[in-house]
């Protein structure tokens, strides 16, 4: 058997996320952890819990392999601030780094579009980390979706209370400027789910909630939407991080180490059939014996659709998924499961609720291929001047 070499991995930003990413890699079969990359000197003693080196910028990476004579890193993992994603994305393709980009890709589409044309211009592979995807609840739910028959409805929530500190640790949240605000950080993946599964956002109309967080006057708590799919599918949601409830998908499934899991709790998303109905994360099919002509004078029967689900569902992490994923797109054994189009796509609608919100009208999500790339996004003026 030929021995492959590890794919040397380096992630970027060492902040809530970037740690945990880290240390997906370090245990990955095929997967090295070159390094962590984050101005913030404090990061040093994360790069040395996680056993690797630290560097301060791209630029002092570039330098440390030049004068050790190693490659660069085959990829990286981006898990900075929303608004920094672009530039850096754009610095680590000029080196032909593969990407890995936390959601949103960007702050906007034609900058999304921007760093999508770019990184296709140097062959590097972009995967947006949309993980949901790889959610063993997500992987079921889109194995049986069609056990509902016809999708005509759709009825989902994202809500829980943030705590102030993650405010405090973290200034760029407080602002929708540099990507702050529960519709870019939170129903962003909401949206990229529901379209997964569903299909493509035609329409959406969305009411701002009510701000409890006034000395934040920047960063939105939350929306009411209505949704109309271009199959027909309409859907209500709610999203809030301001208010006390499990009704979110992490409590549902456990997936985030820092929000409790509720073992019991059904109906985070509910998929409303023609045949039946879909619960999840509980993945509990409603519907009415085959035999009989449905109606509501005909019992609702409840099936689970999975035995034991949260042993079998629980070995199947999705930052695990995610990453054999990632490994396999560098190795150019499978496309992007998460593109940049779909990126795009998640922040169409966002910023078709945005603007909802701001006109109180009903809004068209713009289609992709509309959009046209702002290269001036990408800083690669200064790159060429070599001071990024
Ligand atoms: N997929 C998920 O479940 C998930 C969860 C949380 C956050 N996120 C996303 O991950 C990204 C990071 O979020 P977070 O909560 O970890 O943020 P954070 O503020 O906790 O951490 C960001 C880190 O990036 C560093 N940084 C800033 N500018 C940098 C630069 N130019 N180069 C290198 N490092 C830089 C900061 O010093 C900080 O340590 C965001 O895009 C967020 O939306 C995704």
Redesign the pocket.
């Known amino acids: 058997m030929i021995a492959t070499n590890p794919l040397e991995i380096i992630v ?7 740690p945990r990413h880290a240390e997906h890699v370090k245990k990955h079969p095929v997967a090295h952890l070159f390094g962590i ?4 000197p404090a ?1 040093a003693e994360i790069a040395s819990n996680l056993d690797t080196d630290y560097f301060p ?2 630029s002092d990476l570039v330098q440390f392999c030049k004068t050790n004579e190693l490659n660069l890193p085959d990829g990286a993992i981006v ?4 608004h ?2 672009v530039v ?1 994305s754009a610095e680590l393709a000029s080196y032909g780094i593969h990407l890995l980009v ?3 890709l960007s702050s906007t589409p034609e900058q999304l579009a921007a760093i999508r044309d770019y990184a296709e211009s140097k062959n590097v592979k972009l995967l947006v ?3 949901r995807r790889f959610n063993p609840f997500i992987v079921e739910t889109k194995k049986n979706i069609d056990k509902v028959g016809q999708l005509i409805a759709l009825q989902g929530s994202w809500a829980l209370k943030k705590p102030e500190d993650y405010f405090i ?2 200034l ?2 407080t602002d929708a400027k540099t ?1 702050g605000g529960s519709l870019l ?1 939170n129903l962003v ?1 909401d949206v990229d789910v529901l379209q997964y599964l569903i299909g493509p956002i035609e329409r959406v109309y969305a009411e701002v909630l009510d701000k409890q967080r006034d000395h934040y006057p920047n960063a939105d708590e939350g929306a009411v939407l209505t949704l109309r799919f271009k199959n027909g599918c309409c859907g209500t949601f709610i999203c809030s991080d301001n208010v006390t409830s499990p009704f979110n998908f992490e409590s549902g499934t456990g997936e ?1 180490p820092l929000i409790p899991f509720h073992d019991q709790l059904e109906g985070v998303y509910r998929i409303f059939g023609s045949k039946g109905t879909l619960s999840v994360p509980d993945l509990n099919l409603y519907h009415q014996p085959l035999e009989k002509e449905p109606s509501w004078n005909c019992p609702v029967e409840r099936t689970p659709l999975v035995d034991n689900r949260f042993e079998t569902l629980f070995s199947n992490m999705p930052f695990d998924l995610q990453l054999d994923h990632f490994v396999d797109v560098i190795r150019g054994k499978q496309e992007p499961s998460c593109s940049a189009n779909d990126g795009m796509a998640a922040l169409l609608c966002i910023e078709a609720i945005i603007k909802s919100i701001d006109t109180g009208l009903p809004q068209l999500v713009k289609q992709v291929d509309d959009i046209k790339p702002d290269f001036s996004c990408l800083g690669l003026e200064k790159l060429k001047n070599g001071s990024a």
């Open positions: 970027i930003g060492a902040g809530l996320i970037g990359i984050d101005p913030n990061a910028s791209i898990c900075t601030p929303n920094t994603h850096i936390e959601k949103p980390g949309h993980h640790k973290g760029w949240r990507g950080i993946h985030n």
